[in-house]
């Protein structure tokens, strides 16, 4: 299947959460456990030595699953528990995992270019100190570090903007793990206006949530995971394009 990127308006960056709701009420037993155990293997592979390599390479495996159970919803089935291992599937795993390992590895250098610049702006004595709870006046460093966190959005959210749609391009065409990166990149750098809507609207949301004893976060993570399945159908289109440019063929 060929996909096609197109823009959505700047008002459906709201309505990408609000549609996405539907998906989690028809089964929220269901998300709320798949939402749980993901949280539980998060945590243990946390722990583990290399662990959270293993959780980066196997993340858009695991959010492909949730991808799958979003299919269902939208063919008038229902999210079920087991799509949070779907991406497992010989027909997606491979390029799923081999998504993931090629974030990783984008990851790794942008961390290691900013771990060195790092250290050429603040010099290795300032990190000793920190490290030993000299540093008294830390406001010191404030437009330095100021600059570093800059920096490091800078070089994360291109790494985020070609992860996003990744998962969901795979099991929706035969695209190559490195194709989809590409277009889930260029598919959010089109549609920047309803992904600034989207973020303010996930950050109110994200506050709200975290006040009940973070309990808001059974609810809103299922919504927000659902609702990167609503923003592909907004954000792409299968079939062919009325533009030859925008065509990306699997």
Known sequence: MSLYIQSASFSRGGAWITEALPYFTRNPLGWIAAMVVFFLISLVLGIIPLGGLVLNIFYPVIVGGLMLGCVAHEEGRSFEFQHLFAGFKELYFKRLAMAGALYTIA?????VLLCILAFVMLGVEVFQKIGDGQIENIAQFAPDLLLLALIAVTLL??????IWFTPVIIISSEETALSAMK????ACLKNMGPFTLYGLVIFILAI?????LMLGYLVLLPILSASVY???LDCFK???SNDPTQLLSS
């Open 230 to 232: 609503v923003a592909f």
């Open 238 to 240: 299968s079939g062919i």
């Open 157 to 162: 959210t291109p790494l985020i903007m070609a």
């Open 183 to 186: 277009m889930s990149f260029n």
């Open 107 to 111: 990851s790794i250098v942008v961390i």
């Open 208 to 212: 709200i949530a975290f006040i009940p």
